[in-house]
């Protein structure tokens, strides 16, 4: 469970980024978190990853109070964490299975945990058969695939994806939309940030939308999942 409990968020300069935001997202749900630029989206994503800090509120992830959480608990707590990026941020010299495997390197699994736990989740992803290409040998859908197969590896319970589709194409933006519908209906809790109310419309989950740092709206849908 996601717990923003009266959070605002004030920057030295006086800009007010969130403002008094209360959110609650159960695990297990898909939650998609919209507005425009500049309405404090990526402010909120900063908080939930710990690269910043509320100056009023608590967030709650998963029991942990991250506003008690020590610094050298921090790269433990986002390993927890899945995070997929709009810029894919792939190792350009390594191939489709090192860059996923890299996750699992960086946490000391076994040479034999990456063996099996590799092939496996780009089964999920629809990649078995590039494992061995470099990211440049892919398609951006493609390359979007093996980003989110690095964020699931570790088999997080919280799947934060930061405008994952805003670099492909709508036919590839579709697709990535059902695979993370997929990995929510095995039990991640899936939490999208976007400007894309196509999308949005699309999909039919609960939409946060934010507005100068404000909550302005919580529409929570009605679909096959619910």
Do not use: C
């Amino acid at each position: 469970m996601i717990e923003i409990q009266n959070v605002s968020k004030r920057y030295e300069e006086g800009n007010r980024a969130l403002q008094n935001i209360n959110i609650t997202i159960d695990d297990g749900e898909f939650v998609f978190i919209m507005g425009k630029s500049g309405a404090g989206k990526s402010t909120l994503l900063k908080l939930l990853i710990k690269e910043a800090e509320p100056t009023e509120g608590r967030l709650i992830v998963n029991d942990m109070d991250l506003q008690k959480m020590p610094r050298r608990y921090v790269p433990k707590y986002r390993r927890k964490l899945g995070m997929v990026f709009q810029d894919f941020r792939l190792l350009k010299d390594r191939n489709v299975f090192e860059n996923v495997a890299f996750a699992l390197r960086i946490v000391g699994a076994s040479s034999r945990t990456i063996r099996e736990s590799v092939p496996q989740t780009l089964k999920l992803v629809g990649l078995s058969a590039k494992y061995k290409y470099l990211p440049q040998q892919l398609s951006g859908g493609e390359q979007q695939r093996v980003a989110i197969a690095r964020a699931l590896i570790n088999r997080p319970e919280v799947l934060l994806a930061d405008e994952p589709t805003g670099n492909l194409d709508r036919g590839n933006a579709i697709e990535i939309m059902k695979l993370l519908e997929e990995i929510n209906a095995q039990g991640t809790t899936v939490v999208v940030i976007t400007h894309s109310h196509e999308i949005v419309e699309m999909m039919g989950k609960r939409v946060i939308t934010l507005d100068h740092g404000r909550v302005v709206s919580d529409e929570k849908k009605v679909d096959e999942h619910s």
